[in-house]
Every structure is written in structure tokens, then in C-alpha cells.
């Protein structure tokens, strides 16, 4: 596999390629930020409580027990992902859009024999379609001048551990020396401005997704208590481009005058998991819901390339092999399989319905992200599960939402906030989201409409250093995104 090592636990990023498995992995696909239909979206996913929507039963399965009647719904989106990134003093900015269908799905309601009204068991439901949870798009770009280390100095500590021309790593320390950026001198490893003094530019293209397909079953008891169980079948899609430059603009060296370092990385698999979860009416205007969520066995696959190009001043005579070909080299087509097995997570809710006129929902979610683990026939994992036990944290999550109906239309809001899940003072990480909505229900179709804003901040480091003198070259980057979602609904 490749082995590229992290930074130790004080951003907790990979180091300058993505293609290691490591404790990132883990939260990457751990972490889930509910999404379905606008209205779910609107009232920031807070439907632990509530049901009668078919995104809860990704949150609460108990939820299906609360529709009277089957329906079928779809939510497109649209949404565009925005960054602020500054990097050795110099701010950066970028913007993606992307196009999704964020929901479909249908729900059968069964009435049982007993009649309404007369107790026992309402209703028993059922329910197929898929919510899609997390969104990985993004792009962003770090530029600046570097007068402490260069890309290179991290390959001259790693080709110094390897040791020898033979050891060296197919994916960088080899291309550097396939192209004439590494050198050796008397048996000894060295490259050009291992001390920086050069511009530095990193732009990475982030796209992908988590989508969960369900199956549910959810049961009404007397208009009082609901149950419901899914079967969560997610599936993964995850890429990931750099590319990063680094260039003389000063002529500080007589030799060096640029290189480009590129990584493609992607990541796909699915998995399984199961939900159950209770709901239970207090009196007419007060639910409680309770759920848990068993870990996500996933398995998954890395696919992995990197390139490199170096433009150097070489003395033709010295050096006749540096010719056109000879400044590319292309790393091997890298691919490993491996599970990942995320926590288990709990979801107390509380709802609060005032008749015909609205409602308020609140969600309270924990997720311990030292539980996640990665596993392998081909590879022990060790030191990779240590550091999530060491650098991840567990994550405790708010969902609160509302609805007022304003005849004929319903008017909504809600706020998610998402805890950090870095041990504290290592990293930020903590999300905040910001969603509103308008709808209007009719007997036979509904039409919802949702825009949500999220923004979080992370810092990443662009390659290691080991030498504790030497500066980390740290990105401080401001995440947000924009999402507008419409839902149509149609009852039978």
C-alpha cells in the first residue's frame, strides 16, 4: 500500500498526498450531515421527534409510523460550495457549483384491521428511496512565498529515511529522482533549496458524495407510540486532484526553476448499517424520540496516481539524460481495498406541536469518533487506529427546527450545529448550519422549497516537516456552501 506518513496528531491532515488510509479517512466517512427533502433541510434535520417525513427515516425510522397515507417525493438541489484560504500571509478564494438529487423515494401506509379510533395498531407502513447525506464538493486554492521549505525538503526527509535509490517510493521520492529534483552525493541524498525561497501554489478539486439508500418499516400504536427499523445501504463516491507548483520567481538557485507535483486520489464503496428508533406521544403536544444507529461496515476502495515535472538548468554535458522526456515521470496505477467500520450513534429528540398552527423539534446526536476503526487482510491498521483513538474526539450535535403555518402556507427555519470532532486546540472543525424554507401541503401534492448555509473552518498542511525548527506549511482555510432544495410530494 502507500505508506506516506501523517502529520503527528497537530492538524490532523495527511500528509501532502491524500492516499494513505489513515484517521481522515475515517471522519470523512464517518461523518454525516443529514440531507434529504426541503422540508427536512428547512428545519435543519431536526425530525427525531416528528416523522411524517421521508427523510427522518434516516434520522429516526420510528418516523414512518406517522404517515396516514403512501406518498412518493423527489428534491432536487442545487448548490454551490465557496472557500477563503490564506497561506503564508496571501488570501486565495474559489467556488464550485454542483447539481444533485438530493431525495426520492415512496411510502406505503397500510391501515390494519382495527379501526381508527378504536386502538391497537393503526397503521403498519413501509418504505423504499434514498437521502443523500453528505456532500464533498469543494475546491479551494493556497498560493504564497515560502522562505523556510520547499515540497522538497519533505522528499529529502523521507528519501533519507529510505535510504537507498532502491527504497525509494514509486509515488514521490522516486519520481523526484526519475526527474532529476533528488540527487546523491558520496551515497548521500540532496535536492536544490531544500530551505525554501520559492512561490509556492496548491490547487485541490474535492467532488463526491454519500448517498444511503433505505428500506423501513414503521408501526402506529394508538396515535401514541410509533416504532420503525432501516436498513441503511450507503454508498461512497469520493475524489480528490492537486496540484501543486512550486517556482524560482526570484532566481535564487542557478539549477532549479520549477516543478508540478499532481495526486489523483478516489474512493468508492458501499456499506451497510441498521436503525431503529421509538416515538412516543406524551399528550397532544409533546413527542419524544429516541434512536440508534449501528456502526456503517463499509468497504471501500482506494485508486491512486501521482506525476511529476521538473524544469531545471542542467549542464547538457554533466547531465546529457535530462532531456525532454526524462523532466516527467509517472507514478503506477496505485489501487487498495480495506473496511472501515464507523461508531455507532445515538439520537434523543424532542418535539413540541401546537395544534394546527406549528411546531419546534429539537435533536441531540453523540457520535464517538475514537470507535471508528480500518481494517485489512493485507495491512494491520495499527498505527492508523491508534491515531484515531489519539487525534479524534467524540461529537455531540444539535438539530433545531420549526414550523408555523400561515394559511396556505407553512414557513420554516433551522439551525444544526455540528461539535468538533478534533481533540480540543488541535483543530477546529466545528459546522454550523443555517436553513429556511416555505411550503404549501394539499390534500393530494405538497411543494417545498429550502435554502441552507453551512460554514466550518479547517486547517491543512500542504507537505510535513520533521525537522521541529521548520515551519509547517499550514493553510488556514474558511469553508461555506449554499444549498437551495425544492421537493414536490404527491399522496395516493
Known amino acids: 500500500m502507500k505508506n506516506i506518513k501523517s502529520i503527528a496528531f497537530l492538524l490532523l491532515l495527511t500528509s501532502f498526498s491524500a492516499s494513505a488510509q489513515n484517521e481522515m479517512d475515517a471522519l470523512r466517512y464517518s461523518f454525516s450531515e443529514p440531507g434529504g427533502t426541503a422540508r427536512f433541510s428547512s428545519m435543519g434535520g431536526a425530525f427525531g421527534a416528528l416523522g411524517g417525513d421521508f427523510s427522518s427515516l434516516s434520522i429516526n425510522p420510528a418516523g414512518l409510523g406517522v404517515f396516514r397515507s403512501s406518498e412518493i417525493t423527489i428534491t ?3 448548490g454551490y460550495q465557496a472557500s477563503e484560504t490564506k497561506f503564508l500571509g496571501q488570501m486565495e478564494d474559489e467556488m464550485k457549483y454542483n447539481f444533485d438529487l438530493n431525495n426520492i423515494g415512496v411510502v406505503f401506509s397500510i391501515p390494519t384491521s382495527a379501526k381508527t379510533g378504536e386502538g391497537g395498531w393503526q397503521f403498519v407502513n413501509l418504505a423504499f428511496g434514498m437521502n443523500r447525506h453528505t456532500n464533498f464538493n469543494n475546491r479551494w486554492v493556497a498560493s504564497g512565498f515560502n522562505n523556510t ?3 522538497m525538503t519533505s522528499f529529502l526527509e523521507q528519501a533519507r529515511r529510505e535510504g537507498s535509490v532502491e527504497n525509494l517510493n514509486d ?6 529522482w526519475d526527474t532529476y529534483l533528488l540527487d546523491m552525493d558520496d551515497g548521500v541524498f540532496f535536492v536544490d533549496m531544500p530551505d525554501g525561497q520559492v512561490s509556492q501554489r496548491m ?4 467532488s463526491g458524495y454519500i448517498r444511503e439508500f433505505v428500506a423501513s418499516v414503521g408501526a ?15 454508498s ?3 475524489s480528490f486532484k492537486s496540484i501543486f507548483e512550486e517556482t524560482d520567481t526570484r532566481n535564487v538557485s542557478s539549477y532549479f526553476k520549477s516543478l508540478t507535483y499532481t495526486d489523483n486520489f478516489s474512493t468508492s464503496g458501499t456499506g451497510f448499517n441498521f436503525k431503529f428508533g421509538g416515538i412516543i406521544r406524551i399528550q397532544n403536544y409533546v413527542r419524544l424520540g429516541a434512536t440508534i444507529h449501528t456502526p456503517t461496515f463499509f468497504n471501500l476502495t482506494d485508486k491512486y496516481d501521482t506525476s511529476i515535472r521538473s524544469d531545471l538548468n542542467l549542464d547538457p554535458e554533466s547531465y546529457p539524460d535530462y532531456t525532454d522526456a526524462a523532466k516527467f515521470a509517472q507514478s503506477p496505477k496505485g489501487e487498495f481495498k480495506y473496511e472501515l467500520n464507523t461508531p455507532l450513534k445515538a439520537i434523543g429528540s424532542l418535539g413540541l406541536l401546537f395544534g394546527t398552527t406549528g411546531l419546534i423539534s429539537l435533536d441531540y446526536e453523540y457520535i464517538d469518533y475514537t470507535k ?17 483513538k489519539q487525534s479524534l474526539n467524540a461529537q455531540h450535535n444539535i438539530r433545531l427546527g420549526g414550523e408555523v403555518r400561515i394559511n396556505p402556507l407553512f414557513l420554516r427555519a433551522g439551525y444544526g450545529l455540528y461539535s468538533s470532532p478534533y481533540q480540543e486546540g488541535i483543530n477546529d472543525g466545528k459546522r454550523n448550519i443555517l436553513s429556511a ?5 394539499e390534500r393530494y401534492y405538497s411543494l417545498d422549497f429550502s435554502y441552507s448555509y453551512g460554514f466550518y473552518s479547517e486547517d491543512y498542511a500542504l507537505y510535513t516537516i520533521e525537522d521541529p525548527l521548520t515551519p509547517l506549511p499550514v493553510a488556514q482555510r474558511d469553508f461555506s456552501s449554499n444549498v437551495f432544495r425544492i421537493t414536490l410530494a404527491w399522496r395516493f
Open 220 to 234: 402506529n400504536y394508538n396515535d401514541i407510540f410509533y416504532i420503525g427499523a432501516s436498513v441503511g445501504l450507503p
Open 171 to 176: 509515488f514521490n521520492t522516486g519520481l523526484a
Open 76 to 78: 432536487p438541489s442545487l
Open 236 to 238: 461512497v463516491s469520493y
Open 149 to 151: 521549505s520547499s515540497l
Open 372 to 388: 471508528a476503526r480500518l481494517r485489512s487482510d493485507d495491512y494491520s491498521f495499527s498505527d492508523e487506529n491508534t491515531a484515531i
Open 203 to 206: 490547487t485541490v478539486n474535492n
Open 437 to 441: 424554507g416555505i411550503g404549501i401541503r
